[in-house]
């Protein structure tokens, strides 16, 4: 049994949970505590021990039935129910028939399926090795059926009827042959699924990971794949708690800063007036933030991660409102944070796609800041740090520097987040280097290390 | 002590607490392993409330911190009571110039002091706040940290200590150990991400929404003058407001006050003129009261 749990926490490992050695002990305790017998107390004192975040039950409830589940519902014997004579003519008309479905049918009709060899080979066969998700593992599951003969099995089963007939064997013994080979149909083929699911989840634990986020958060963000996406995202949170400690440490060294004598003298009143207890201004660093995201294609990565980051960061910032802008400027709705928090960036992409439709060569910083300006510049105030995350590209269209000079003297601050490297600003329809000296900082946020050092600086009143 | 799982259920239950068979398991896991509870979930599930009746139920005294933004450890752990020291100093006056009568220089007269100042820095002078209390009880207790994620990311390195050793360093006293381990549980909301340090050293417990059968049982058990067909459609409608897309989402201590408030008013059934009524109850934001009515009235 350790081994299993072992093996279980490898696979929870593998996909992405967190799981320490703290806790894989702690595991092994509770099971001690409450033993096996009850299946949900089982799985329960797993789950309060392994898994310590909501959403990551998602992983662990499809891994856990792989690991602890039976293998399936079992077979039954069409054997028991016939006499011997109809026994006989049952191997008779099996025999009759081609190789590997003879197999199928001997496992659906005599209750005894194949081995777990068997079920293991033919899952390499069918390419579970290659599958790398659950996902994945339907289309193995499908493959691999197909090749045990379910695709030929309804003919099959009709041919063996009527051969049986044939010999004479009667009715009612057919129609029970025939709902016995049919919930065998049935568990077979969910003791291939629970097969392949346990394989990939095997296989999957024991691959070494590639790459790993510290290495990729320099990787930059248009040259990512999929899968290292995914990875990173699941860096953000680690690096959000960073950001979050060193935000909080600045707070609280900011704290110590100047006497508050009022304060002081009221807090030392019960010591008569003797100040034994002094009192510090708090003074509130907490940055106010607006947030115009360009959500034109190429920038849709490093949006992400900045709204991902900007989320994870919530408590360290007074107030927060962002909007996106692609031809024209939308605030950016809280359903898109929730899908992005659930994994879900493509529904949150599709989201705010329907706000602004995709247009070839849509951009149009110009027309957005006008409209911001219109509608929404009761959001900027003396305290507000306005920050733009753009490439600055107007396709050619008034760049309105004169909106970005208002924009900046009514703000506290103006910061620019450009995620092009430096030496393409300025080139082709870039104005970038037009706005460049107008904004109190400019950052390059090529990759997830230039944005975290960014956002940091932000934080620290930059 | 807890006997077994059906043990901890049945006793959470004469507190009148439903507890899952999930709540349960993991009751019982933190008693026989000795480890805190992380309890997290939306507000108003009954997570405090699982604090209340565990104490209850074990027959243990709640010591409860409530976390904020700013706790600190002065706060949750431990003060000089200065007010009553210098009280003393005051009154023990003349004692101490007797003590000091015989000296001569100025030194001798503060090493002589000093060889007295533990009078000053003893337990007697010390104001424990709950951690300590918990720590120093004589008798075992449940420690309730409610709201964990308000507290600071500090205060939460802080806790550390106390929740895998149970014990606090006072620097002028040295390291107190606790005379009985409490149990603990935290409670978050979940409005940020806690700590990887933190959550290891916890069992985690998710509390969601009550299953429609878990409610209306909840309902009839804290509101037994609601008549059951009632109590039935109340909880029919709070499940159908927790499917749409509000603000804030009904709780479970919403229901139990719009129940108590359907008594109040006497209502024989939830018609749409007593829904309209009483929605306030449930929703608080006013654009999901609109919402909730728009949908309601359609039907």
Same mark, same amino acid.
């Not at chain 1, 049952?90 to 081609?98: I, N, P, T, V």
């Not at chain 1, 520097?401 to 009514?410: A, E, M, T, Y």
């Given at each position: ?28 305790? $509770?099971?001690?505590?409450?033993? !096996? @017998? ?9 789950? /309060? ?17 792989? =690991? ?9 014997? &069409?054997?028991?129910? *016939? ?44 390419? &579970?090795?290659? &599958? ?40 009612? $013994? ?51 794949? /999929? ?23 600045? +707070? ?58 900007? =989320? ?11 909007? /996106? ?22 529904? &949150? ?8 439709? =995709? ?5 149009? *910083? ?12 009761? @959001?900027?105030?003396? +305290?507000?740090?306005? !920050? !733009? ?45 037009? =706005? ?5 900082? @400019? ?20 | ?299």
């Amino acid at each position: 049994m350790d081994n299993r749990v072992v093996e279980f926490v490898r696979g929870l490992r593998a996909s992405g949970v967190r799981v320490s050695l703290a806790e894989s002990v702690d595991a092994m305790n $509770a099971i001690e505590a409450l033993g !096996i @017998v009850n299946k949900d107390v089982f799985r329960e004192s797993l789950r /309060a021990t392994l898994v310590k975040e909501s959403d990551d039950f998602a992983a662990f409830n499809e891994l856990f039935p792989l =690991y602890f589940g039976s293998d399936g519902p079992p077979l039954q014997s &069409a054997m028991e129910d *016939l006499s011997a004579d109809e026994q006989d003519m049952l191997k008779m008309a099996l025999s009759a028939m081609s190789g590997r479905l003879q197999q199928l049918m001997a496992w659906l009709t005599s209750g005894e399926g194949p081995t777990k060899e068997e079920l293991e080979e033919l899952a390499r066969r069918s390419g &579970a090795d290659w &599958a790398n998700s659950q996902q994945e593992g339907h289309w193995v599951t499908r493959r691999m059926l197909r090749q045990m003969g379910y695709a030929h099995l309804e003919e099959q089963i009709r041919q063996l009827v009527e051969m049986l007939q044939q010999m004479g064997m009667s009715r009612e $013994a057919i129609e029970k042959l025939l709902g016995v080979v049919e919930a065998n149909k049935e568990a077979l083929a969910e003791q291939t699924a629970r097969q392949v699911g346990l394989q990939i989840a095997q296989q999957r634990a024991n691959r070494p990971e590639d790459l790993h986020g510290p290495d990729l958060m320099y990787k930059s963000f248009d040259a990512l794949t /999929a899968n290292e996406t995914a990875i990173l995202r699941q860096e953000v949170q680690r690096l959000a708690t960073q950001l979050r400690s060193r935000a909080a440490l600045r +707070r609280k060294r900011g704290r110590q800063g100047k006497f508050d004598s009022k304060a002081t003298i009221r807090a030392n009143q019960r010591y008569g007036g003797v100040p034994l207890e002094l009192k510090y201004k708090t003074r509130k660093l907490k940055p106010s933030l607006v947030l115009l995201c360009d959500v034109s294609r190429s920038t849709e990565n490093v949006v992400e991660f900045m709204l991902r980051l900007s =989320y994870q960061l919530h408590d360290q910032v007074s107030k927060m409102r962002s909007f /996106a802008f692609y031809n024209r400027l939308e605030p950016i709705p809280d359903e898109v944070m929730t899908k992005l928090r659930h994994d879900q960036p493509e529904a &949150a992409f599709e989201v705010i796609r329907q706000l602004l439709p =995709y247009i070839p060569y849509g951009t149009d *910083l110009g027309g957005s800041l006008a409209e911001f300006t219109e509608n929404h510049l009761g @959001v900027v105030n003396g +305290r507000t740090t306005l !920050i !733009i995350l753009g490439d600055g590209r107007n396709n050619f269209s008034s760049p309105r520097i004169d909106l970005i000079k208002s924009l900046q003297r009514k703000a506290k601050k103006l910061i620019w987040f450009n995620p092009e490297p430096r030496g393409a600003w300025g080139t082709d329809d870039s104005d970038m280097l037009e =706005y460049e000296p107008l904004c109190d900082a @400019v950052y390059e946020v090529r990759n997830l290390a230039q944005l975290a050092t960014a956002v940091d600086k932000l934080m620290a009143g930059g | 002590m807890f006997k077994n799982i059906a043990d901890v259920r049945k006793r959470l239950g004469s507190q009148q607490y439903i507890a899952s068979e999930e709540i349960g398991t993991v009751v019982y896991l933190a008693q026989s392993l000795c480890k805190p509870i992380l309890a997290e979930g939306p507000a108003g599930v009954g997570k405090t409330e699982l604090a209340k009746a565990w104490a209850a139920a074990a027959r243990r005294p709640l010591v409860r911190l409530q976390c904020y933004e700013g706790l600190d450890e002065s706060k949750a752990l431990y003060e000089w009571e200065y007010a009553k020291q210098m009280l003393y100093t005051q009154l023990l006056r003349d004692t101490l110039q007797n003590v000091l009568s015989d000296v001569q220089t100025l030194g001798e007269a503060a090493n002589r002091l000093a060889q007295e100042e533990d009078v000053f820095f003893s337990e007697n002078f010390l104001l424990p706040r709950p951690l300590l209390t918990a720590l120093m009880s004589d008798e075992p207790v449940v420690l309730l940290i409610d709201e964990i994620d308000r507290a600071d990311v500090e205060f939460e390195a802080f806790l550390l200590e106390v929740l895998s050793d149970f014990q606090v360093s006072v620097p002028e006293l040295g390291t107190i150990h606790a005379k009985h381990q409490p149990m603990v549980l935290l409670t978050s909301n979940n409005t940020r991400e806690l700590s990887e340090a933190l959550k290891r050293r916890c069992l985690y417990l998710y509390v969601d929404y009550p299953t429609h059968k878990a409610e209306l049982e909840i309902v009839r058990l804290k509101v037994p003058d609601l008549r059951p067909e009632l109590a039935q459609q109340a909880v029919a409608v709070v499940h159908q407001l927790r499917n749409m897309d509000l603000r804030k989402l009904p709780s479970i201590s919403e229901t139990l006050d719009w129940a108590r408030a359907l008594v109040t008013l006497n209502a024989d059934s939830i018609d749409q003129k007593t829904l309209t009524n009483t929605l306030t109850v449930l929703l608080k934001y006013e654009a999901d009261v609109a919402k909730a009515r728009r949908m309601m009235g359609r039907e």
